[in-house]
C-alpha cells in the first residue's frame, strides 16, 4: 500500500470526455486515486462497471451521494455543458476542490453565480480545464512570450477547426452549444486572455467585437442562430487585437493554430499540423495525416491538466487557469455569437459595461 | 536581326519597381521590346543612363514626348501612386496599350475615369499588375479552385505581412500609399475577387466591411489615419468571408499567405514561407530564412506578368486582371481603411451602394 | 483495492534509463505494479528510498534476493551493458520474464547464451526493449508497409544522431559500448530487419558489409577502436540494401530518422525533427527545437514498450520484439564495427557463415 | 541595336537538354547572343527552325561548319555523352570557349584527353555544366560552409532520385549513360568535391570506394551493368566522408537531397521537396507536389549558370567550375560503378592511384 497522500477524485459525467477525464485519474495521474464516479446513464454505467469498479471505483447514479463519498476531496465535472454550473455549485457548498470542463455555462449569469461561490469559499479550488494552456507547445510559446523574446503582444490569430461530422451530430447539439464562438472559439478566447496578460498579469480590456459567420454545410444550424463557420474579431483596450476562425468542415481533420505576434517576433503553435512524425511519398506526392478529433490532438494536455489540478490541490497552490479569465471567455464568446446573429458591432467601455458606437451606456451585458 | 513580331514597350518611371519592370522587359520577356522609358528623375536618369540606353533604349524626361516615340506600343506605367491615373488615361488616349503598376488610384473617382476611358477605348488593352495573380503557386491555387477539388470556396484568409524598416520610410508614405488597406492588403482582396469568383466568373458582391488596427511600432501613423499592423474582415453576399491581416512589422522579413477554404479541403498558399530549399541545424535549433521584400518573394510572378501582357495584346486576347476587379479592390480597400479609422462596420446593399445597418440608402461611395 | 489482475514486475538498475522505466511501471502502465527494484549504487539507491519506497516497492542491493521477492512475475532489466546478459538468463531460470535494455550483450557468443537459455524455458516470455519499434510514428510506417502500400520494402536509410556531449562521457563509455554501430545504429539495424520481414515475416539474410567512420571531435574514441560518426552499409540477399549514418555531435540535439523505401512509394519517419507544434519567427527567420536527447524523443515509446510487454505477458501472447532478431542486430552491429576498424568489407553467406570475397568459408562470426 | 558587348553563342545539340541551353542563352542571358545551333536530327532541325531562326540563329548539320561560322565565341555542347568530349575538344582547338553538359565523358581517358587539350589553350574558358552548383540553395549552402559557420564540414550525404519512368527509356539509356553512379551521382560527388574544398580550395583525395545496389523495378539493367537503385560510400584522406543514393524509382517525381554535416552544424537542402508554396488540405490529409524531373526543379539553376559562364567569358575570369574537378568527379563515378559490379570495395593512395586493401599498387585507374 502506497504511502503516498494522494488526492481522493470523482468524476461526474462518463460520457466521451467523461471516460477520458476517469481513465486519466485513475491511471495517469499518479498523485490522485479515482475514487469514484456519478453518471445516471445506462450505456455509460456499463462502461463503468467494466472499466472503473474493478479498479475500486465506487460508481453512483445520484450526484448528491456521490459528494457524500467517505474522504473525497475533489470533483471533475464532464458532464452535459448545461449542468457544469449547478454541479459545480453544488460541489463547492460542499467542500470539494472542483475541475470542470470548459465552459462554465454559455449564460454568463450562471457563470457569475459559480464565481461568487468560489468567492464565498476561498478554500476550495476551482478550475476551468482550459486543456490548451497544458499543451506542451502553448506551453513553450508562452514561457517566450512572458520572456518577452517576442517584444509585447499585439496581435493574436487563432482558430479552432474541426473535422466535418456528416453525421450533423453538431447541428443538434448546437441548441445547447451557446453556439460556435463559445463552443469552438472559447479555447481560442481564453488563449488570447492569457498570452494578453503574459506581461501584466492583469486581464485584458474589451473595447469592440464584431462577428461573421456562413453555413456553408449545414443550413439548419441558422435555427440555432449558429452557423458552420465564423470568423471574429476581439478589439482590447490598450492597442492588442485577436482574431478567430473556426469552422466544422475541415476535409483532413483537427486544426487548431495559433499566432502570437509580437512587436519583435511571432509564436506559431500548429502552424504545421501532423499527427506523427511521418511522411509518405506516393504517385500522390507527399502526404501527411492530422488528427482526427479534438482528443486525438490534445490527449496529453488533458493529462497534465489533471496532474496540474491535482498538484494545485494537493500544494495548496493558486489552480493554472484563474475562474475570472474563465468567465471572462464566456462573455466575449458570448457578445461574439451575439455579433454574428445580429450583423452588428457590439462595444465595451473599460469597466465592461455594453455601450453604443458613441461610448453611450447600455445595459450592463 | 530577329525576324519575330515583338511588342514595343515603354517603361514609366524608374523607382524601385519601375526598374525591375525595364529589366522584366528588357532581358526577360522574349516577346517585348524594351523601347523607351521615362524618368524626371536625375537619379532614375543616371541609373538609366548606364543600364537602358547601351541596349537601345531612348530615355525620356517628358512623358508626352515617350508617348509620342515611333512605333511605341504599350506603356508600363510604374511612377508614383498618385500619378498612376494620370499617365494610364493618356496612354490610353494615344493608343497605348497599359500595364499599370496597382492601385490604379487610391481614389475611386479617379479609378473610376480610368475605367470610363479603358471602356471609350474598347481597342487598347490596359491591366493593373496585381502581381500575386502571376504567381506559380497561386496559380496552380486557381486552377485546383475551378477544377472544383476543394468544392465551393467560402472563406478567404490572406495576409501581406512586411519586415519593419526602421528608417520609417512607409510612415512617410502613409500620406501617399492610401493607408495599409489600400498600399498592403489590396492584393489580398484582389485575391478573394479572383478566387471568389473562379467558378462563375461573376465578381462576388460585398456586403459590409469592418477593419481593426494598432501602430504598435509607429505611432506617427496615426496622423495619416493609418496603422502598422490591420485586421479586416469582408463579408459577401451569398456566404462568402474574406479575412485579412497585414503589419510592417514582421521580424523575419516579407511574409505573404492565403488560405482558399472550401467546402470539401483547403488550399494554402504559402504556409511555410522560405527563401530558398536550405535549412540549417545548429546550437540554435532548425532555421531557415525567408524573402526580405516583397520582391525577392514574387520576382517570378512579375516576369510572368510581364510576359502573359505581352503575350495578350500580341495575340489580341482579354487581359488576365480585369480592370472591373482591379477597381473593385480599391473600393473595398478605401472602405477597410474608413472603417478603421472610424470604428465603424461599413454596410452595401447589392449594387453596391452605401447603406446603413438596417439597410437604408446612403450616398454612393 | 483494485480486483485487477496486475502484473508483479521488479526493475533492475537505476541509472538514467532505469529509473524511468520504474516510472513506467509504477505510473504509467496500469496492467503493471511495480513490486521491487534492485540497485547496489548508493546514490541511485537514494532515488529510490525518495521516489519508489513510499509507492511500497521494495529496494534490493542484492539481485538474487530480488528474484526471491514473494510473488514476483516479470523483471526489466536495465543496469549496464555488461550486466544485461547475465540478469537476464538468471531471470529466465527463476521462471521470471524478462523486459532486457539493448543490446543483450555486444558479444555475440553471450547473446547467443541468453537465446539459448529462453529456448530451454519456454514458458517465460523475453523481450529485448527496441524502443523504436513502439514509437507512434514507426508503428504507422510498419503499418502501411506491411499493407503493401509502398511496394516491396528495397532500401532503407536510418541514423541516429546524438547531440553533442562536451563533457566526453562517451568517450568513457565506448570501452564499453561495442563502438557505434552497436551501440546507436543498433536501433536503425534493428528497423532494417523489422520493415525488411514485414512481408514474409523471414529475417532478411546479410549478404556483406561495409562501414567507415571519422572521429572529427574525440580524436581519443580511437583508443577503443570507435568513432564519432559513422557510415555503414548492410546488403541483404534478395535484393534488399540498408545504410545507415550514426553520428555524436548533432548540433540541436537529438536526430532519429528512416526512410522506408519501396517499389511503389517511400515512407519517412522523422524527416522533419521538431520537439513541439512551435515555431518562432524572429530577426533570425524562422526557427524550431528537436529534441536534446533519445529520452525526449521516444518517452511515449517507452511506455508503450512496458504497456505491450506487460499485456503479451498477461495474456500469454507473442512479444512484439522476437529475441533472434534482437541477437542477429548485435552480429550486424558487430560486424560493422569490425569493418570500421579494418577498412575491410565483410562477407557473408546465406547461412550466416563469414567468407571471403570469392564466397570461400571462414570460421564462423 | 544595343551597344552592349554580348557574347556570341552557339548550342549544339537540340535534344532535351540543349533545346532548353539554346533557349536560355537566347532569352534568358542578357549578355549572350545565341548567333548558331547545330543538329544532325530532322526532329530537332523542324524545332530550331521554328523556334531558333525567326530570331536570327543560323542552323547548322555540320559540326564544323558551325565552329566556323563568323564571329562565334563560344559553344555550347548538349548533344549525347559519347560526342561531349570530341566535340569540346574541336570546339577548344577552334579556339572557341566551351560549356560541356556532365559528364565530360564516362571514359577516364577520354576525360583526360579534354583536360590536355585545355591546358594546352590556356586562353580558352572550358567548363562542365554541374548544374547544380548554381542552385540558389546550394549556392547558399556554400557560402555558409565558406564562412566556418557549421565548422569543418566531415559527412556528406547527397542523393538524385529520378521519378520512375514506365517507358524503360532509361533502361536502353543504360548502354551509353555510364551507369547509375555517373550518370545520377555524379552530380552528388561533384557536391562533395565542390564542399569538401570549400575550405582550402584544393580537391579531397579518395582513399576509397564501394557501392551497391538493386535492380528492384528494372531487372534488365543488369545487361549493362546497371542497377536501379544504388548506395555508395566514399572515404577521403583526412576524415572526410561522402554518401550517395540514386534510385530510378521516387514515386512522387525528382528529389535530389544533401546534407553537409560539420563539426558545429549541418545545412540541408531540398529536405522538404516541393514544386511550389502550395499545400492542398483534403480528405486525404495535407498533400504536396515535388517537381516531376530535373529540369523542373534546376530550370533557374541552369540559366545561373549560362550566365554566370556567360560573364567569366566577357570579363575573362575563372570559370566557377573547374575541368580538374569535374574529371576527379567521373573518377570517382566510374570506380562506383566498378564497385556495384564487382562487389568489391576499391582502394586509392594519396596520388590516386589504385592500391589493393594492403596499400600495394595495382594499375593506375
Redesign the interface.
Known sequence: ????RRLKVAVSGLGRMGARHANHF???T?KAELVAAFTPDPKELAWAKENLE???VKIYQDFDQLLKHEGLEAVCVATVTTVHAEQTIKAIEAGKHVLCEKPLSTKLEICQQVLETARRNPHVKVMCGFSRRFD??YL??YA?TKSG??G?P??L?SQTCDKYDPSGFFVEYAQFSGGIFVDCNIHDIDLALWFFSAESKALPKVR?V?A??????EPDLAKHGDVD?G?G?V?FYD???A?F?S?R?????Q?DMTEI?G????????????????????????????PQNYYERFEHAFVEEARQFTDAVLENKTVPVDLESSMEAVRIGVALQESVRS???IWFDREGNRVD?NGQARARL
Open positions: 500500500m502506497p504511502a503516498v485513475l491511471h495517469r499518479p474493478p479498479w475500486g506542451a507547445s513553450s510559446a517566450a523574446s517576442i509585447r499585439t496581435i490569430r469592440s464584431v461573421f459567420g456562413v453555413t456553408a454545410l463557420n470568423v474579431v478589439e492597442g492588442q487585437i482574431y476562425y469552422s468542415m475541415n476535409a483532413p481533420g486544426h505576434i512587436t519583435k517576433g511571432k509564436l506559431v503553435v500548429n502552424g504545421n499540423p501532423t499527427t506523427h512524425l511521418l511522411e509518405t511519398h506516393n504517385g500522390d506526392g507527399i502526404q501527411r495525416d492530422i450583423g452588428k458591432k458606437e
